[in-house]
Structures are given as structure tokens and as C-alpha cells.
């Protein structure tokens, strides 16, 4: 059995990576941290938990964790990941990071959105863990950075399109709607229930730091620079991620060609269900599961598509992919622990 640890257990992305390894197979979750709750059961923090996992809340402590692991997942804010991975990984250990500290390769991108990068050597062998792009480099990796959320549901309909040159890359605007679990657990006043029960609204507007990473891995794809326009919006409901996004393609093209070329693209692919013509995505599909629908439409008057993509922000936007990664990592079947059904209301 594979023995896992996940550093940060009780803050929503962590407490989703032990969920589902609660579940896998192949796994045996040996270590939990958290700061908060240190000292206290799992199931204590998390009532559904009880009779999945029995483990109590520990201090991170580098001896004790890496005596009793072979993967860890990092599942802490912005920053803390940076200062204790390059120890976990000369001990020898396979990290997933599902901050964003490992995300960015040029530590200037990760600097100018976030703060200075105290780990800078780690981000060329670190590679950026979007399971159904860069799956081959994932397989041989020591180090992955875990996807936003947003990137997730932005990349993963647009990289077959770019790298097929069907879009003009100066033409793209995704629009964003997610569910106030992507905010963390910490309590704050835009996601209090009274804030943000009955109400729509888009917020960072002139720059969300997820837009950066999103174009780092657009460009790579495009083979030259691209900038798109993003606008996040937080929606009234727990988890669930919706994208839609608009841009030009290079020449007329119908339905039928594009979405053959994606599903071929994506056949490999377990979790990417590309729908019909005429269906579009919906979160509710999706919940609790690893899965990215995606739909699109061609507005042919305008020479426009519009593509929508939907994922669960925790699982497939955070935890579940992680838990991807660590099957490739490993050598693991890609779907093991993951192949959940999905609820069907």
C-alpha cells in the first residue's frame, strides 16, 4: 500500500484530498496535519468522516511525517508550501503542492502576482499538473503544481483548440462562475451567508491572479504570447465551477470538425466527456466528481465559438486532480479512487 500524508488536512481542498483517498484503493492515509485542530480527530472536524478515517490532527514535524509517508500533499495557503517542500523532496518524497507555489516556471510571474519565492530552483523541475495535457512529464515528476481551479476549467477546453490553431488568440474572453467553497474555509465577509446567499456577482475584475498561470500555459500551447480577458464571479451555492468562453476562430469551420478534433484529442482522457451538439454543461452533473464536461456552440454570422466547460471546483479543480496526478506519479491506473459516479440530482 501506497502511505499517504496530507499536510493541512482540515481546510476544504485537504479535507477533500481525504475523502478521497479515504476511498482509494491502493492508499493508506498514515499522517493528517493541521495547525487549528491539532490534537483533535479527524471525524471530530469533520463529522461525515467518522467511520472513513480515524486519524487525529497532528504539528507538522518533518521526521515524523516523512518516516510515515511516501506521498505527501501540500494543502496550505500561498507561501507556507514553498518553505517546507524543498525538505520533503531532498527526503526523498513525491509532492503535490495544491497551492500555487510550484505552478508558475519563471519565478518573476509567480512574483508578480503573489510574493518573492523563496524555493526558486524547485520550479524548473516542478511541473504543472493539468493530469490530461501534460500527463507524460506528471508521470516522471518528483514535484507537481497543482492547477487553480479556474485554470482548470479555463485550459482544459481551450489547449486542443489553440494548439489546432482554430482560435485567434487575441479574440479570447472567459467568464467565470464559482461556488464559494473555492474561496477556503477561513471565514471572511464577501463568503458569509448573508453576503453571498441571493447574490451574483464578478469580483477582481481588473486582474485575478489565477490569469497569469492560465497564460503561461495558453502561450506554451500557442507557441507565442497570449493574453486573454478573465472575469471571475462568485456564485451562490457550495461547490461547482461553470466557464464560458468567446473567441474568433481563424476561418469558418463547422460544428462537426471541431468536435471530432476534440474528442480525439481527449480520447485518452477518462475524465473529459465532451457532450453533443445542442447540450451544454452543467455543475450539477459534475459534483463530487472528477469529471470536465465540456460543450460549445459556433455563432457562424459572427465567426465566433462559445465554449463552456463545467467542473467541481474541490475535486476536479483541486483535490481529485491532485489525487490524478498522484496516480500517474505513481504508476498507478489514472482512475483508481476516482471513478465515482456521479449524483444523478
Not at 490534537?39 to 516523512?66: H, K, N, R
Not at 498561470?213 to 472575469?231: C, D, H, P, R, W
Request: aromatic fraction near 8%; hydrophobic fraction near 40%.
Amino acid at each position: 500500500m501506497i502511505r499517504a500524508g496530507v499536510i493541512g488536512a482540515t481546510g476544504y481542498a485537504g479535507a477533500e484530498v481525504v475523502r478521497i483517498l479515504a476511498g482509494h484503493p491502493r492508499v493508506t492515509l498514515t499522517v493528517l496535519t493541521s495547525r487549528q485542530y491539532a490534537g483533535a480527530a479527524f471525524d471530530q472536524v469533520y463529522p461525515a468522516m467518522s467511520g472513513w478515517v480515524d486519524l487525529v490532527c497532528e504539528e507538522f514535524d518533518y521526521d515524523s511525517i516523512c518516516d510515515r509517508t511516501d506521498v505527501i500533499f501540500t494543502a496550505l495557503p500561498h507561501k507556507l508550501p514553498m518553505e517546507i517542500v524543498p525538505e520533503l523532496i531532498r527526503r526523498g518524497k513525491k509532492v503535490i503542492d495544491l497551492s500555487a507555489d510550484f505552478r508558475f516556471s519563471a519565478p518573476d510571474r509567480y512574483e508578480a502576482v503573489y510574493q518573492p519565492h523563496a524555493a526558486k530552483d524547485l520550479l524548473e523541475q516542478a511541473v504543472y499538473g493539468l493530469s490530461e495535457v501534460n500527463t507524460q512529464e506528471i508521470k516522471r515528476a518528483n514535484l507537481i503544481g497543482n492547477p487553480g481551479c479556474y485554470p482548470t476549467s479555463v485550459l482544459l477546453p481551450l489547449i486542443p483548440l489553440i494548439q489546432h490553431q482554430l482560435l485567434e488568440i487575441d479574440s479570447i474572453i472567459a467568464d467565470s462562475k464559482s461556488g464559494v467553497s473555492g474561496a477556503g474555509r477561513s471565514p471572511a465577509l464577501t463568503t458569509h451567508f448573508c453576503e453571498a446567499n441571493e447574490s451574483f456577482k464578478p469580483y477582481k475584475v481588473d486582474g485575478h491572479r489565477h490569469k497569469p498561470e492560465m497564460e503561461e500555459l495558453l502561450s506554451a500551447a500557442a507557441g507565442q504570447a497570449v493574453e486573454i480577458t478573465f472575469v471571475p464571479h462568485l456564485l451562490p451555492m457550495t461547490r461547482g465551477m461553470e466557464t464560458t468562453i468567446y473567441a474568433r476562430l481563424t476561418k469558418p469551420r463547422g460544428h462537426t470538425e471541431i468536435h471530432n478534433m476534440v474528442v480525439d484529442y481527449y480520447s485518452d482522457s477518462p475524465f473529459i466527456r465532451i457532450l453533443e451538439k445542442g447540450k451544454y454543461p452543467d455543475t450539477r452533473n459534475v459534483r463530487g466528481t472528477n469529471y470536465c464536461d465540456i460543450g460549445f456552440a459556433v455563432d457562424k454570422t459572427q465567426g465566433r465559438m462559445i465554449i463552456m466547460s463545467v467542473i467541481d471546483n474541490l475535486v476536479k479543480g483541486a483535490a481529485g486532480q491532485a489525487v490524478q496526478n498522484m496516480n500517474l506519479m505513481l504508476g498507478l491506473e489514472e482512475v483508481t479512487g476516482l471513478n465515482i459516479p456521479p449524483f444523478p440530482i
